[in-house]
């Protein structure tokens, strides 16, 4: 794990990159987190891989409510050799939650970030296919958010729709 | 929300939304020669998928052009459950994700939630957690084992696996009071200290199962037709593979050792002698013949730990975190405000965010938990490897038989309860 100085090391190289990719830098639980624009994320987890970190092993979605920018999203990156870890994330605001894809250089992203904008609403542009995953395709809304209720989901059977029922609120 | 769908229009416009997901023309689609290419849909309850996939295949005559894989069949929502139940609480939905790696579950979400907490486990806690974890790993593997032997159309397979993985579900039971779900991994430690003569209980078992997995190889390993449908077949490189996301014995089939439980030790796993099984071609052969392995290393690590198994608590002595023991409840007020606390609301755990992997049978199991301070999650996300290493299917059976996608699909292993969360 990549210590408080070797975090900072490395961010500093970031920043010499690109001044404006590096918004903050966070040790936490023996563990290095990077925020970085939104607009730098392709560029950065590029240039991440070419210093070891060469596996992208999860791509995951948050809800910050109430703070702002609402939405974030998580890149774990592992050096297989160095045996190191370390967290990329970026935060969007709500009303313009548009992303880069990392999909074109790390495959692996597809499916995560499709769940992602599943479930959060954020969108990768520059995916080859960005549809709901798990949810159905024609759901309205994005259940993981956390002003998004639990329970109380209406459920269609095709046997009702089929008689011309409606469901019960 | 809207909900109403009776109007014909309605009606018939979510059918055209339904058939956009299924009949749209494939991407990469080629014909070599002039044979006409046949969209076929493979699921989702055929018995082949191992659950509800659902799998839209393009053919060209019996080769697979390509493949998608529709999923969410299975889709409970575990994940925004889990926020609205307090940290102690959550353990038994997490668990129900992957339902064949449930102490896996279990121990990635209480080990992020106790790198929140800053927990101290005692040792014995540790050493229980591998024990069943690797019980754990085992009886996975037998599962797949036979349901793969079955696919193959060895139908003997799966009830000498169904019977050695009973004996496990006994063990389980006997420790926890459930065969599956457990619920034994706490936040802190373990629920429950191991009953008396179990130790003894796995011994018999350890000692049995190396002979039982000799049966199972000598069974498939030289049966001419087990080695023609995987031998060579539908190989992928470590290359892609690892830009795929995919790790578990997908992985080390194709030559890579990677192993959380060597490369990153944790729960003690640094204390045991155990070696990491891989192949050389990253076929399905190496797939079989990896995980066949695994199950002999797992029997050697229950062995050391049950040897090495430490006196001591099994679960932490934080009041705050783990409940007190029930003989106090009659004589400590203090042990009383705890239990009480603990019961109602649940413990606190401090602000922040941990991603913490662990080695599932089927790769890392990353368990991502938000906290906001209060007692309950504010987001739980589990990195399953079933899901992601299910985007491997399409590169692995691009231009094989769809016999071989069967196969195939019985190597990759994925538990549709782990994808559809």
């Known amino acids: 794990m990549p210590d408080a100085v070797g975090l900072e090391l490395l961010a500093e190289e970031l920043r010499e990159a690109d001044a404006a990719s590096v918004i903050d830098t966070l040790h936490f639980r023996d563990k290095g987190t990077i925020e970085v624009s939104p607009a730098a994320i392709r560029e950065t987890l590029a240039r991440l891989r070419s210093k070891g970190f060469s596996a992208l092993m999860s791509v995951h979605g948050v809800d910050y409510y109430p703070d702002e920018p609402r939405l974030g999203v998580h890149y774990e990156l592992l050096d297989m050799s160095a045996l190191d870890r370390l967290t990329i994330k970026l935060r969007v605001a709500l009303d313009d939650p ?42 309205e809304g994005y259940p993981q958010r956390r002003d998004f209720p639990i329970g109380g989901e209406p459920v269609m059977f095709t046997v009702d729709e089929a008689h011309g029922r409606t469901y019960p609120q | ?74 889709h409970t929502g575990i994940e925004k459950t889990a926020e609205d139940k307090s940290y102690w609480k959550a353990i038994p939905v997490i668990e129900r994700m992957d339902y064949l790696a449930y102490y896996f579950n279990a121990y990635a979400f209480c080990g992020a939630t106790e790198a929140l907490l800053e927990v101290e486990i005692p040792p014995r806690a540790q050493y229980l957690r591998v024990i069943h974890m690797e019980l754990n790993r085992i009886m996975s593997h ?19 696996c169904f019977r050695d993985r009973e004996l496990i579900l006994d063990l389980f039971e006997q420790s926890s009071g459930q065969r599956m779900h457990t619920r034994y991994i706490q936040v802190g430690g373990v629920a429950e200290d191991i009953p ?26 030289n049966n001419e037709i087990v080695l023609q449908r995987l031998r060579g077949v539908c190989p992928l490189g470590e290359k892609e593979l690892l830009e795929l996301g995919v790790t578990g014995p997908l992985l080390r089939a194709a030559g890579n050792p990677w192993d959380l439980r060597k490369a990153m030790p944790y729960s003690s796993y640094d204390h045991f002698d155990f070696k990491i099984p891989v192949g050389t071609e990253g076929d399905n052969w190496d797939r079989f013949a990896v995980r066949v392995a695994e199950i002999y290393e797992s029997v050697k690590i229950i062995d050391q730990a049950l ?6 608590p099994w679960i932490s002595e934080d009041r705050k975190v783990a409940l007190p023991p029930r003989h106090e409840l009659a004589t400590s007020m203090e042990a009383l405000i705890h239990h009480f606390k603990l019961v109602t609301e649940g413990f606190r755990v401090p602000p922040g965010e941990v991603y913490f992997p662990v080695e599932s049978p089927r790769g890392e199991l990353g368990c991502f938990v938000r906290s906001d301070g209060s007692s309950k999650p504010a987001r739980v996300h589990m990195r399953d490897p079933s899901f992601v290493n299910l985007q491997a299917t399409a590169p692995m059976t691009e231009g094989a038989y769809i016999a071989d996608l069967i196969a195939t699909l019985a190597m990759l292993d994925p538990v549709l309860g782990g994808i559809d969360r």
């Not at chain 1, 495959?107 to 159905?136: C, K, S, W």
Request: aromatic content about 8%; hydrophobic content about 40%; charged content about 25%.
């Open chain 2, 307 to 312: 040897d090495g198994l430490p006196e001591g």
């Open chain 2, 196 to 221: 008396v003569g179990w130790a003894e209980k796995v011994r018999e078992f350890t000692t049995q199962m190396p002979s039982r997995a000799d049966q199972y190889k000598a069974i498939l390993a």
């Open chain 2, 142 to 160: 037998l599962v797949w084992l036979g349901t793969s032997a079955l696919d193959l159309g060895a139908m003997s397979m799966f009830w000498y």
């Open chain 2, 1 to 74: 929300m809207s909900t109403e769908i009776t109007t014909a229009d309605e009606t018939s416009e979510y059918r055209k939304l339904e058939e956009s997901i299924t009949m749209e023309p494939l991407e990469r689609v080629r014909s070599e020669g002039d044979q006409e290419l046949l969209t076929l849909n493979m699921g989702p309850h055929h018995p082949a998928t191992h659950g509800v996939l659902r799998l839209l295949i393009t053919l060209d005559g019996e080769i697979v052009r390509d493949l998608k894989p529709i999923i969410g069949y299975v």
């Open chain 1, 98 to 139: 548009v992303v880069e894809s990392v999909t074109p250089d790390w495959p692996t992203a597809n499916h995560q970030e499709r769940e992602i904008y599943d479930m959060f609403g954020v969108i990768f542009e520059g995916h080859p296919d960005l549809r709901r995953i798990l949810m159905p395709e024609d759901y």
